[in-house]
């Protein structure tokens, strides 16, 4: 009588094991989502003891589910470009292309360092140092956030993508189970999770157009010169020459930041908050300023300072704000250790960001609404800015440099 299964048969090898990182037999991609979304208490048990490696991670969970977002977004752009006082903005197809593959690759970027600065801190908090379940948590409970990427394929379904704030849910159930962190910890560990990775979108994005020349040198419209010089993608550049010595200085940042982290090294302590307050002006040239404050915190080794001022003349106002990151520094210098420059001009204004003196300088101006920020980061820690309306960019301009930003280098030593 033949078998009723295949391989049950005298002497027949048996089934070789899935991939690691990828379900069993009978058990697809989509189950998976279904369970750590509709039954995130029994899954995260059932993820955390599956062998899993890095790539396995990326790779198979990752990248599909990350990917969703930014093609839905692709597909709305070409097909239904959003229509302003009647006038349409299209993207060119390569360029909506080249858009959503540096959106996705930025997004596994900031998954795997979020994930390193997640395990660096778990001790911290109580908790184990595991690299893969570090990895593990950012990927899987950011699951739902990428599941809402679908709403970006029209413009009518877009806010809809904030039902991804779900994602903080299941991040809350990961916890304890992937990093071992005591429920009495849990709570600090998730905020200054939340505030790691804030920083880490911020300064991916920074370096977003580096990335770009890069990773699309050979696109339609991109240039690229001799050996030395720089590759430029949509006025992204990065200087071709100074790639080896960048990719050692970001080397080097990581692995500083994560011996902070850990408590291998003193770190970087934030400066005073009334410090930062004193560096304020206490008046700009026909501009009042109606209120001024500042405030610290930290926790587990991580710390920062902040002070602001508000200044008014007329119906317009803006910010002028000194920040330092304290130890998150170190993951700011990711972006100052890559020489980058953007521009995009819009139908009413700009935006742009460049090196000006070993400093991120980044600006944006909308002639229509007179508002922008300008601002400035300051030995890979600081960073001032000023930020609303004014008759002019120059007036925001002239805020920051009423700052004395030497001043503000020396507070970083």
Known sequence: MASEFPNDTPGAAPPPPPPPGLPPAGHSMIDRVKRIVMSPRTEWPAIEAEPMTLNSIMIGWVLPLAAIGPIAGLIRNILFPLTLFGVSFRPSLAGAVVQAALAIGLTMLGVWVWSLVLDALAPNFKGTKNPIAALKLVAFSATAAWLCGIFQLTWATAPLAILGLYSAYLFWVGVPVTMKVPDDQRPVYVVVAVVVGIVVNLVVGAVAAALAGMM??????????????????????????????????????????????????????????????????????????????????????INGSNA????????????????DMGALGNIATLGGAVNASSSKQTATGYEKTEMQGGNMVSERWDNQSRSGSYSVMVASRFAVEAEGSAPSIDVLKNAVGAISLGQIQALAK
């Open 216 to 301: 699309f040198a050979m696109t339609p419209g991109a240039s690229l010169t001799t050996p030395g010089g720089a590759i430029s993608v949509g006025g992204a550049t990065i200087d071709t020459g100074k790639l080896e010595a960048q990719a050692a200085a970001i080397k080097a940042s990581t692995e500083k930041m994560q011996a902070s982290l850990a408590g291998k090294s003193d770190g970087v302590k934030a400066v005073d908050p009334a410090a930062l307050q004193n560096l304020l002006p206490a008046s700009i040239a026909g501009w009042n300023r109606t209120s001024i404050e500042s405030q610290g915190a930290g926790a587990a080794g």
């Open 308 to 323: 602001k001022a508000q200044f008014q003349a007329g119906d317009q106002s803006f910010s002028l704000s000194i920040t």
